[in-house]
T-cell receptor, first 113, second 110 residues
């Protein structure tokens, strides 16, 4: 158990819909990272927040957005969903903003039908 | 970040040492080598990292060659629970992201 929690564990929704994935980092960690893992793309970095502020952006689509709240939990919002958005979405946390020793949550499996 | 090259798959007998190689011939002087693993659809797990000295922790040992162009992750007594995809990543601390490649799928055989 990494100490990072993600909800929900599974999510099934239809194309065009919007969903919100939630992540709670390990106690004391200030950075939260979001990753997408699909079968054909591997593990892709999406975005990082540090202490409430966006710190780095990866291959995140404009239809996707994220935020980190004052209690340090984070939400990833996915809108106008397409079939290709079906993937595992992982959240990770680290103590600092240069945290390469990251602790990953169990992931949310999103299926878009 | 420097590109890393790993064999796509390896087998190792249970109880033996698993030696996973990684080539990073273009690594720069300030890039660290990080290892993660991912056990079947679980979140990746940090294993170990190093710059130029060999490192050991409770999970594994990391041997980095003197010229830093390659490294080897050693799991000293592999168990069935070590079956996973292992990722070797070269990290420049000026860059805020981890870039995962395709890794090595390690299968521990009973």
């Amino acid at each position: 158990d990494s100490g990072v929690t993600q909800t929900p564990k599974h999510l099934i929704t239809a194309t065009g819909q919007r969903v919100t994935l939630r992540c709670s980092p390990r106690s004391g960690d200030l950075s939260v990272y979001w990753y997408q893992q699909s079968l054909d793309q591997g593990l892709q970095f999406l975005i990082q927040y540090y202490n409430g502020e966006e710190r780095a952006k990866g291959n995140i689509l404009e239809r996707f957005s994220a935020q980190q709240f004052p209690d340090l939990h984070s939400e990833l919002n996915l809108s106008s969903l397409e079939l290709g958005d079906s993937a595992l979405y992982f959240c990770a946390s680290s103590v600092t903003d240069r945290g390469y020793e990251q602790y990953f949550g169990p992931g949310t499996r999103l299926t878009v039908t | 970040d420097a590109k890393t090259t790993q064999p796509p798959s390896m087998d190792c007998a249970e109880g033996r040492a698993a030696n996973l190689p990684c080539n990073h011939s273009t690594i720069s002087g300030n890039e660290y080598v990080y290892w993660y693993r991912q056990i079947h659809s679980q979140g990746p797990q940090y294993i170990i990292h190093g710059l130029k000295n060999n490192e050991t922790n409770e999970m594994a040992s990391l041997i980095i060659t003197e010229d830093r162009k390659s490294s080897t992750l050693i799991l000293p007594h592999a168990t069935l629970r070590d079956t996973a995809v292992y990722y070797c990543i070269a990290v420049n601390f000026g860059n805020e992201k981890l870039t995962f490649g395709t890794g090595t799928r390690l299968t521990i055989i009973p």
